[in-house]
């Protein structure tokens, strides 16, 4: 099958490098000459696990290809993808910005074959495929084709993965014909037995919305559960094991943290609320989640100077991790950003490391930062060491050794990435999300007290 993609952005370039490595012809448009230039050689401009790989090997395979001409491109096409970006509409409340989907639809209009399916791929507003539909019949009024919505479920950093083996692909059509070529294009997928459900435009588009508020829903619920355990003493992770192992909740997404980042969660919470809004349905969970998270955000800081006994005036603090959450290069509302800048208003002198996401932060955090060559780097000296994202890295750093380089042994993790009582007895003061803070003068005296 023919395959057009319009917007090289993160979904846009996963979705068609998968689409080729399924064994269809993709052709990626973008309206960024340097995107494109980068693209064709081969370059991917985000960091995602396994991407380059496989962009290479479709390329030689003569399946994927990268142009900036889109008429042509969708002149030829069986299906069209909109993957451009629908970032939040600050000044409208959060709303999706639906500008670059709209003008997508125009530009595609002229080039349209009849039969051709134009999907979203983009996370859009319900009714939003109705109002391509219209705008692609008003430019180009001979156009029979059909609008279809197929929203996308990928984790930055593990993108390839959850497209190869999905839980669901979602397509939402008006008519047979649309749903026919849809499956012809996911067969090779369906055919593994990956479950494909067809439903009508609109649901398909609030199925995207509610997966990911839903989704946001339960990591807020957690994190709440997580401060009700650090006041009376319970232990977070092992209550999101009790309650994960209830099949009707599930284990996944239960992981206390600093509270939601991304490009997706915090916008779609935002903009399905603002939809509901519209259509006079005040969304009540929906805005605590929102509200909460954002105060969570803005909170972590605090959390770090309580645990420097409220002082961290000219201090050396070790931030570790940068980006919103592991194995991507993805600042997007990081908690990275709201930590950093208030640590820094309260004069410390901020040291950090991130395996992928330095060059994205140094276009975001400004200051008096030093950008440290690696973990052991920022940490030596460090009066604290925060760590603020997930990475694997920092896991298997070796903390023993760390400690010794370190001013004060003093960790905040809000990622929980070791058991407590392991870094206490590393030497460690150590405090953490939902758990009891385990200290090293407590281990100590539980050594003198048995010898
Ligand atoms: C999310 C969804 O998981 C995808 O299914 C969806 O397709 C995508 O948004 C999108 O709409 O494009 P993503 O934003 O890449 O994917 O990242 P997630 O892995 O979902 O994490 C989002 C945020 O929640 C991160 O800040 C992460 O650290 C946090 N999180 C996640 C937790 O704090 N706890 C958890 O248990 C899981």
Redo the contacts with the bound molecule.
């Keep these: 099958m023919n395959l057009t993609i319009i917007g090289c952005g993160y979904?846009g370039l996963v979705t068609g490098v998968c689409l080729a490595e399924l064994g269809h012809i993709v052709t990626c448009v973008d309206h960024n000459a340097e995107k494109i230039a980068m693209l064709s050689l081969g370059k991917s401009p985000i960091y995602e696990p396994g991407l380059d790989a496989l962009m290479e090997k479709n390329m030689s395979a003569g399946r994927l290809r990268f142009t900036l001409n889109l008429a042509q491109a969708v002149s030829e096409a069986d299906v069209v993808m909109i993957a451009v970006g629908t970032p939040p509409d600050a000044a409208n409340k959060g709303k999706a910005d639906l500008s670059a989907v709209f003008k997508a639809a125009q530009s595609i209009a002229p080039a349209l074959r009849a039969h051709t399916v134009v999907v979203t791929k983009s996370?859009v507003p319900v009714g939003t495929g109705k109002q391509i539909k219209s705008i692609i019949e008003r430019t180009n009024p001979q156009s029979t084709c059909d609008v279809a919505s197929n929203p996308?479920?990928?984790?930055?950093g593990s993108a390839i993965a959850d497209f190869m083996s999905p839980d669901r692909i979602v397509i939402g059509v008006e008519r047979d014909a649309a749903a026919h070529i849809l499956a012809d294009l996911y067969h090779p997928l369906t055919n593994q037995g990956f479950a494909l459900l067809r439903t009508d435009l609109e649901t398909a588009e609030m199925i995207k919305y509610a997966s990911?508020s839903f989704?946001a829903t339960k990591?807020a619920f957690i994190n709440e559960m997580a401060d009700i355990c650090e006041q009376v003493g319970a232990n977070v992770e092992q209550v999101a094991k009790g309650m994960g192992m209830d099949a009707r909740i599930g284990e996944k997404?239960?992981?206390p943290?600093p509270g939601?980042?991304?490009?997706?969660?915090p916008k779609?919470a935002m903009a399905l609320a603002q939809l509901a809004h519209e259509n006079n349905v005040e969304p009540a969970i929906l805005n605590s989640v929102i509200h909460y998270n954002l105060g969570r955000r803005a909170s972590m800081a605090a959390r770090v100077m309580d645990a420097c006994a409220g002082s961290v005036q000219g201090k050396n603090i070790a931030v570790l991790g940068l980006t919103?959450?592991a194995n991507t290069d993805d600042m997007r509302e990081s908690a990275s950003l709201a930590i950093i800048p208030a640590l820094m208003a309260a004069g410390v002198h901020i040291h950090t490391y991130d395996p992928q996401g330095m060059a994205n932060a140094k276009e975001l955090l400004k200051g008096d930062i030093i950008w440290s060559a690696s973990a052991l780097d920022a940490l030596t000296k460090a009066d604290a060491c925060v760590i603020v994202t997930e990475w694997q890295e920092f896991r298997e750093l070796d903390w023993a050794h760390a400690r010794e380089q370190m001013h004060q042994p003093l960790i905040i993790d809000l990622r929980n990435l070791f058991a407590p009582d392991d870094m206490a007895k590393l030497g460690f003061d150590y405090y953490s999300i939902g758990r009891k803070p385990a200290l090293r003068q407590a281990v100590q005296n539980k050594t003198i007290s048995a010898a």
Excluded: H, W
Excluded at 152 to 156: A, V
Excluded at 260 to 265: A, E, K, N, P, V
């Design positions: 979904v996370t996308e479920f990928l984790r930055e990911n989704l990591i997404f239960l992981q943290g939601f980042g991304g490009s997706c969660f779609d919103f959450k």
